[in-house]
T-cell receptor
Framework: DQQVKQNSPSLSVQEGRISILNCDYT??????FLWYKKYPAEGPTFLIS?????DKNEDGRFTVFLNKSAKHLSLHIVPSQPGDSAVYFC???????????FGSGTRLSIRP | DAGVIQSPRHEVTEMGQEVTLRCKPI?????LFWYRQTMMRGLELLIY????????DSGMPEDRFSAKMPNASFSTLKIQPSEPRDSAVYFC????????????????FGPGTRLTVL
């Protein structure tokens, strides 16, 4: 039973345009959400997070939006750059203070 | 800070052999996590420790898998005997957890160990 779902395994966006990665979750008790970025042959690296008491968090070119009623969050990257090509994982904090649950990832490709 | 350190980076072994993966978390972090990444299942949490104590091992696939954390700076994941279906990339991650008045949920990942069981 996947509690965190990324339904798009891949996404291709032109350089300079906006990339939107989506994530859905099923557990209304999740209170903290994170996005990770992963390059080949490297471990995932933390990108941005949002608490459930907020609906938006922005950090430079990256913005995460949270819609609690729809149990949906999204990551916006604008403008998209070639270095943004990577796999992006959505994650949510479960009932434990430490444990987080990852989605299956979306491979983003930025084309010139 | 060197970040999370994992060894070996690559391991090729034959079916039936014992495999031991090692991890050194970031100094001061109280929580340590072992993940497995496969094409089919993405990132699966196998087990995690808080203050060296195993908290949740429900993700450990079978009794062939075991993990230990003898001290705050070292953990091992052992597979015995190994099988071809264990082939995957295994990641170790650590996080600050709850340390006094500081709380950190972000996990910092090591570079992973790519395991191939022939």
């Amino acid at each position: 039973d996947q509690q965190v779902k990324q339904n798009s395994p891949s996404l291709s966006v032109q350089e300079g345009r906006i990339s939107i990665l989506n994530c859905d979750y099923t557990n209304s008790m999740f209170d903290y959400f994170l996005w990770y970025k992963k390059y080949p042959a490297e471990g995932p690296t933390f990108l941005i997070s949002i608490s459930s008491i907020k609906d938006k968090n922005e950090d430079g070119r990256f913005t995460v939006f949270l819609n609690k009623s729809a149990k949906h969050l999204s990551l916006h990257i604008v403008p998209s750059q070639p270095g943004d090509s990577a796999v992006y994982f959505c994650a949510a904090r479960g009932s434990s203070a430490s444990k987080i649950i990852f989605g299956s990832g979306t491979r983003l490709s930025i084309r010139p | 800070d060197a970040g999370v350190i994992q060894s070996p980076r690559h391991e090729v072994t034959e079916m039936g052999q014992e495999v031991t993966l090692r991890c050194k978390p970031i100094s001061g972090h109280n929580s340590l996590f072992w993940y497995r990444q496969t094409m089919m299942r993405g990132l699966e949490l196998l087990i995690y420790f808080n203050n060296n104590v195993p908290i949740d091992d429900s993700g450990m696939p079978e009794d062939r898998f075991s993990a230990k954390m003898p001290n705050a700076s070292f953990s091992t994941l052992k597979i015995q005997p190994s099988e071809p279906r264990d082939s995957a990339v295994y990641f170790c991650a650590s996080s600050l957890g709850t340390s006094g008045r500081r709380v950190g949920y972000e996990q910092f990942f090591g570079p992973g160990t790519r395991l191939t069981v022939l």
